[in-house]
């Protein structure tokens, strides 16, 4: 009889797998009957919630597949590790088996993608990168795309194979499908990152495992990937240069690349045929939208289309001209506003990018507006208008101004009106935040904003979250994290007056942001460095940011390693719930015709926004000490959580 189950591995860089054992063990587990029971109780442990029951259904009727064909293969010992996260994000593989090179000796990975599918026909508008299952209604990725996503990414992320670049392979096994059924997928190149077999070709199957592993124990392989350096997320801001230049910066996996082959493949209808677009890519903080926007630009770019991005973001857009265009100043005109269409000519582009489209506002016109422009046009209207295929990324949980409309239902009758095709894509991934879409939910849930209530946080080894008693001590934190190489920065609530004027004789920065003793400046209003520190729009991005706090306006659409969070006066914890204190703002966008619901709403964004911008952790403090108190008892761990090792 086989041990007692393990419960999930957390490791270190936010890793976790549902299951570990040799595939023998596996085996006896199948053969009692409890092996689907062991990973749902796993799931929701982990997960706190339930698995899906294709999930369940996919563990009882995959996993029983590809153990069997290691058990006739011999490799019996092969090391199976089930439901792998990939590093810093929430996409899991199905398996990955860590054993020993048949012919090197050294240690071999294989990367195996289950599907139950028994036919799949082709996407009429994607050819073979999509497919099309009978069982969803939206085409999907390709295995042999899907498992190939995860190598390029696993390798590019887990310090255990940089000795051994040769050492990981990944493989799709439709184990129900016979070949005639999904002949359509062969469609794309198979290599040893991503190959594909079929029912009927499982002699094939089980000779391919026997190439890559050997009949030898893969404990000793399985330890070494697990426990192998994590390397953190490449940041937007530090490769977006190279990204519009060469596109291998980014892996897009799952839903990513589902919505860059969209935008692909409306490009390549309008060329043909004049055809006309609008597409939304919807999804929440790192889910990767601006990763997808980054890479359609370069690819476009390098092709010759005609294409650009914009968002709303006076930092965003400012941050990619000065990074992506340092060395190639032709690069920065690609970088535009949304205000910046209101006289473009229709179609005159082939691809808008439009970035952080949740800040979207009803009109482009503002104060320097020329008079003749001033039409009272819809701006999602300005900006479908602009190119035959306008793409809109964006999260509706961010809106956080007055004004501010960019919604999947807005953009979406606003194609209605003119008669257009409309495409939209979720992603569901979780790219910021250590990967942990644990926290993601755990801080919608706080903040009430989709109906859920606050929870007490539950340590997922992928995002370390603290609490500080004062606003000095949560500096002091984050200065010891920079001093072990992290990136760190300090943002707030819009509570406190900002000095916006810098005159000649200051020697330093006002110090606006006062909690008691404790006076530090808001980030440098405008776009000019002034007394070392950096202008506005890099206050996220230049190391010299950190001496300074940061608003909603600097951090939105940026991450850093770790992120300390001021919750001001103007959300206080009462008893059972939030209350919201519109006196207590300092945010000169709220006037006396926004309503209390408009800005109850902005507010709880705003600090969902400030709460979702760092990679590795997060510490709060709230300035009442009722708040400070709720917030002690939802987050205090069990046990402490050690950060991550520095890069």
């Known amino acids: 009889m086989p041990p007692p189950a393990r419960v999930f591995f957390v490791l270190p860089g936010g890793i976790f797998l549902l299951f570990r054992e040799s595939a023998s063990s596996v085996a006896a587990r199948i053969l009692e009957g409890r092996l689907a029971l062991h990973l749902t109780e796993n799931f929701r442990h982990l997960h706190g919630r339930n698995a899906g029951q294709a ?9 029983p597949a590809l153990i069997n064909a290691l058990m006739d293969a011999g490799l019996s010992d092969v090391e199976v590790l089930l439901e792998y996260s990939l590093p810093l994000t929430s996409k899991r593989a199905d398996a990955v088996l860590a054993g020993v090179h048949p012919t090197t000796g050294e240690p071999s990975y294989v990367i195996v993608e289950l599907k139950q599918w028994s036919a799949t026909r082709p996407d009429e508008d994607d050819g073979p990168l999509l497919c099309r299952i009978d069982a969803y209604r939206d085409a999907v990725l390709n295995p042999i795309e899907q498992v190939r996503g995860y190598c390029e990414y696993l390798l590019s992320f887990n310090g255990a194979l940089e000795r051994f670049p040769d050492a990981l392979a990944g493989v799709a096994f439709l184990h129900n499908a016979q070949e005639n059924l999904v002949a359509s997928l062969r469609g794309v190149d198979e290599d040893l990152h991503g190959r ?36 953190p997320s490449k940041q937007l801001m530090a490769v977006a240069a190279d990204e519009i230049r060469d596109r291998e910066q980014f892996v897009l996996l799952a839903e990513q690349r589902v919505a860059y082959e969209k935008v692909m493949s409306a490009v390549r209808k309008a060329t043909r045929s004049d055809h006309k677009q609008v597409i939304v890519v919807n999804g929440g903080p790192g889910s990767g939208k601006s990763v997808i926007a980054l890479s ?9 289309e005609s294409a650009l991005h914009a968002t709303g973001s006076g930092s965003f857009t400012k941050t990619m001209r000065k990074i992506a265009g340092a060395r190639k100043p032709a690069v920065q005109r690609l970088f535009k506003y949304f205000n910046s269409f209101m006289d473009a000519e229709p179609n005159a582009l082939d691809v808008l990018i439009c ?31 602009a190119a035959r295929v306008p793409v809109f990324l964006l999260d509706q949980h961010q809106v956080v101004r007055p004004g501010e409309m960019g919604t999947k239902e807005e953009i979406e009758r606003a194609a209605a009106e003119k008669n257009l095709e409309f495409t939209s894509v979720d992603l569901d991934g979780q790219f910021r935040c250590g990967g942990s879409d644990a926290y993601e939910k755990w801080v919608l849930d706080l903040l009430g904003l989709e109906g859920g209530t606050p929870s007490a946080w539950e340590p997922d080894g992928k995002l370390e979250l603290r609490t500080a008693e004062s606003p000095q001590e949560l500096e002091d934190f984050l200065l010891a994290r920079r001093a072990e190489g992290y990136g760190a920065r300090m943002s707030a609530g819009y509570c406190w007056k900002w000095t916006t004027k810098i005159t000649p004789e200051m020697t330093e920065l006002p110090t606006d942001v006062v909690i008691g003793q404790w006076a530090r400046p808001w980030n440098v209003y405008g776009d000019r460095s002034v007394l070392g520190a950096p202008p506005a729009p890099l206050w996220a991005t230049s190391p010299e940011g950190f001496g300074q706090v940061g608003c909603v306006y600097t951090a939105q659409g940026f991450e850093y390693d770790w992120s300390g969070v001021i919750i ?76 991550p090792a520095p890069v």
């Open 568 to 643: 001001g006066p103007d959300l206080v914890w009462r008893t059972d719930r939030w209350v919201v204190d519109r006196t207590a703002s300092k945010d000169p966008v709220f006037t006396k015709a926004t309503t209390d619901d408009e800005i109850d709403r902005l507010i709880r964004n705003t600090y969902k926004v400030l709460l979702t911008r760092g990679m590795v952790g997060t510490i709060l403090y709230s300035t009442d000490q009722e708040t400070r108190d709720k917030l002690r008892s939802l987050v205090h761990p069990t046990t402490e959580v050690a950060a």
């Open 355 to 385: 970035d952080e489209a949740h800040r979207l506002r009803k009109t482009s016109a503002n104060r320097y507006t020329k008079a003749e422009l001033r039409t009272g046009r819809p701006q999602v209207a300005e900006l479908i208008d």
């Open 296 to 304: 359609l630009l370069g690819e476009l770019y390098r092709r010759g």
């Open 55 to 63: 999930e369940v259904r996919s563990w009882a009727n995959s996993i």
């Open 196 to 231: 594909l077999y079929s029912s009927d070709q499982r002699g094939a199957f089980l000779d391919f495992l026997r190439s890559r592993l050997a009949a030898k124990p893969g404990a000793e392989a399985a330890d070494a990937l697990l426990n192998g350096r994590i390397r």
